[in-house]
């Protein structure tokens, strides 16, 4: 979380000044997985979404996480093929679920290891709303796609699913390519 609230304190974040002491708050005062419930819920609670999303494309769950020698490596080798090729040869090779529409990439996901783990009978509780929660991943899922397809994404929309209705894949990303 320390990552983030600097990130929070870049001015192009537009993040505003007098909320910041509560996040730094937070930090010096909760211990890991207390300290990540009480500073997304104060995320979903003090920031507007698009604020989220901004903070989320810079600095979102999974990010080189280890995997980045494979995303760049498959990068360079498809880098002459066009951008839906490239995606359907990623989707392939790593089992994703993804769709190239005009200027958007579509993703369906589930966190295979950060919901499951954190469900609602684990230690974490999710902040009010479970998208927030979900952007963060969106964050990741961008880097991941950013680093595989030599692309520039912005986070367009985290869309989850009730699990009643989808366990399987419940939150959908809409990344726009922006270059």
């Known amino acids: ?36 419930e009480k500073f997304l819920k104060a995320m979903e609670e003090q920031l507007t979404k698009e604020q989220r999303f901004r903070l989320f494309e810079q600095n979102g769950s999974c990010n080189g996480t280890g995997y980045d020698k494979e995303r760049k490596a498959f990068a360079v080798e498809h880098a002459d093929k ?36 954190h469900a609602p009978k684990g230690k ?7 998208e927030t929660y979900f952007e963060r991943c969106a964050g990741g899922r961008l880097y991941e796609y950013q680093k595989a397809l030599g692309i520039k994404l912005k986070i367009k929309s985290v869309d ?20």
């Open 1 to 36: 979380m320390k990552s983030m609230l600097k990130a929070m304190q870049m001015p192009k974040n537009e993040i505003p000044a007098e909320v910041l002491p509560l996040f730094e708050d937070i930090i010096q005062t909760y211990n890991r997985e207390e300290c990540e």
């Open 160 to 179: 989850v699913s009730p699990l009643s209705e989808n366990i399987v894949n419940p939150v959908v990303f809409t990344f726009e390519i922006v270059g």
């Open 82 to 117: 066009p951008l839906a090729e490239r995606l359907e040869l990623f989707t392939k090779t790593y089992g994703r679920q993804a769709v190239l529409n005009d200027n958007t990439i579509t993703v369906t996901f589930a966190c295979s290891h950060g919901y499951y783990k």
């Open 124 to 130: 974490f509780q999710f902040p009010d709303s479970i």
